[in-house]
Structures are given as structure tokens and as C-alpha cells.
């Protein structure tokens, strides 16, 4: 009689792996059926989510009406006073509105004192930003040369010296100071490869990013 149960137990065992066998096909099929339904997905209903979203982000694939047409008034005005200036010029990127100083033009060699030309412009173009709100930001960049003399040890400092000065100018002709953001990259930002004076000459630059108020 025990040997009859022990018998029948040892069957029981052998007959474990029917178990886990089962589960597995369960999940293979499983798995099937998931890629199957992946493969025919319904193309018209797929069609119609992607259209939904290409217009609820319509944003990302062209601008915003709306703030390009903002920009318009202000561009041509800042490009008839600044069209005919010497190392002055003016564009439109997704930053906003760009004025931008050669400093070659706007400095001394090695300095951050603005020269008297540039001094008028910056007058002329704070006249504009008085009539149009919006953040500031004023961006000094240099090339990858050396700094020569002892007052600024590093193009870091010699950056952000200059636009700071323009900083100044344009605050002193009464703009608000709490719109304005003032950095200083040093090289670290070139338009242009270093490698030519050409390219040197590009990067040394300040430049004046309006924001629209929208965008602040």
C-alpha cells in the first residue's frame, strides 16, 4: 500500500514540467499575438493621430505668426538707423532681434571703452528698446587670442568688460536695468573659424539680443 502512494507521488513530480510548459506556450502566444496587432495597425486612424498633432504643435514646425509680425517694425527700424553705420549690423534669429558690434569698430585694441561713434549708436538704438518692451540681453565675445596688457587677464574678462560698457550706455540713456541680462563667453562662442583674421575679426563681437516681451 505505501508503495502504491510513493508510486503515484513520483507520477505527481514527472508531471510538474506540464506545468511551466503550458505557461510558456501561453506566453509565446501571447507575444505573437502582440507583434501580429503591432503589424496591422489601422494606417487611417494612425494618419489622423499624426495630423492631430502636427497641428496641435504647429509651433515647432514654423513660428508663431503672431511674434514674427512683431518683429518686423522694430527690425526695419533698427536697419535704417543702423544700415549705413561702420560695424553695426542687424538680424532676426530664433533669439529674437540681434544687433551686432564689431569690436574692431566699437573698441580700442584690448579696451572696453566705447568709442564716441559707437557711444551715438548706442543712443539711437536706445530710443527704439524705449518704445518696445522686452528682455535685453548683451553678449560679449572675443577671438582666441591671448589678452595683451595687465587690466583684463583673460578673454573672459575682457568679454564681459565690453558688454558691460555697453550695458552702461544703453542703461544711462534712461532703459529700465531689470530688462537686461549682461555674459561674457570669451572665445568659447565663435561665428567663424580662428584660424583666419578674416574669422578672428567675426568673432570679436558684441552682441545686443532683444527678446519680444512674449518670449520673456
Not at 532676426?92 to 559707437?118: H, M, Q
Amino acid at each position: 500500500m505505501r508503495r502504491h502512494r510513493r508510486l503515484e507521488d513520483d507520477h505527481d513530480h514527472m508531471d510538474r514540467w506540464l506545468i511551466s510548459y503550458s505557461d510558456f506556450l501561453t506566453l509565446m502566444f501571447t507575444f505573437f499575438a502582440a507583434l501580429y496587432a503591432l503589424s496591422t495597425v489601422d494606417k487611417e486612424k494612425v494618419g489622423q493621430f499624426s495630423t492631430s498633432l502636427r497641428q496641435a504643435f504647429n509651433v515647432i514646425e514654423k513660428p508663431v505668426a503672431g511674434i514674427e509680425e512683431g518683429k518686423k517694425p522694430i527690425l526695419e527700424e533698427m536697419r535704417k538707423s543702423f544700415g549705413n553705420v561702420e560695424g553695426i549690423s542687424v538680424k532676426s534669429d530664433p533669439r529674437g532681434l540681434v544687433v551686432t558690434l564689431s569690436n574692431d569698430t566699437a573698441f580700442a585694441s584690448g579696451s572696453a571703452d566705447i568709442t564716441e561713434k559707437t557711444a551715438a549708436a548706442l543712443s539711437s538704438l536706445a530710443g527704439i528698446l524705449k518704445k518696445n518692451p522686452g528682455r535685453i540681453v548683451v553678449e560679449g565675445h572675443t577671438d582666441e587670442m591671448p589678452t595683451s596688457g595687465p587690466r583684463y587677464k583673460s578673454n573672459w574678462e575682457l568679454s564681459t568688460a565690453r558688454a558691460a560698457s555697453v550695458l552702461s550706455a544703453l542703461i544711462g540713456q534712461g532703459l529700465d536695468p531689470n530688462r537686461f541680462i549682461v555674459a561674457g563667453y570669451g572665445e568659447y562662442r565663435p561665428l567663424a573659424s580662428n584660424a583666419t583674421e578674416e574669422g578672428r575679426a567675426r568673432n570679436r563681437r558684441v552682441e545686443i539680443v532683444v527678446a519680444p516681451s512674449s518670449l520673456r
